[in-house]
Nanobody, 129 residues
Framework: QVQLVESGGGLVQAGGSLRLSCSAS????????MGWFRQTPGPEREFVAC???????????DYGESVKGRFTISRDNAKNTVYLQMNSLKPEDTAVYYC???????????????????WGQGTQVTVSS
């Protein structure tokens, strides 16, 4: 059973930075595509970023429009961890951030919640104005 555990959330002032981590266990992390989503009170999870399974050193990544140019997703297969570096944070970035994973061919990315099989429990990010 694959388990995903997020960490790194917290309270930060607008304009500040945070780095979220998602550690995976129980599966072949290097064969997974990974994603980050966020949710404010309401039924929908918003796509934030995703990163493909790597092909050698090559990978693909995609970002939600609201975070492009501010957030960067990366992965370390040796550590079974995916990261989300969040810079220039805004109060509207306040949400619970979820890590997601799925097995995947190389270099494919996925931006829809229904495309992922595995989910973490989430970590709260609060940005104060």
């Amino acid at each position: 059973q694959v388990q995903l555990v997020e960490s790194g959330g917290g309270l930060v002032q607008a304009g500040g930075s945070l780095r979220l981590s998602c550690s995976a266990s129980g599966g072949a992390f290097s064969s997974y595509a990974m994603g980050w989503f966020r949710q404010t009170p309401g039924p929908e999870r918003e796509f934030v970023a995703c990163i493909s399974r790597t092909a050698g050193s090559a990978f693909a990544a995609d970002y939600g429009e609201s975070v492009k140019g501010r957030f960067t997703i990366s992965r370390d297969n040796a550590k079974n961890t995916v990261y989300l570096q969040m810079n220039s944070l805004k109060p509207e970035d306040t949400a619970v951030y979820y890590c997601a994973g799925r097995s995947s061919p190389e270099l494919e990315t996925y931006s829809r919640t229904r495309e992922y099989n595995y989910w973490g429990q989430g970590t709260q990010v609060t940005v104060s104005s």
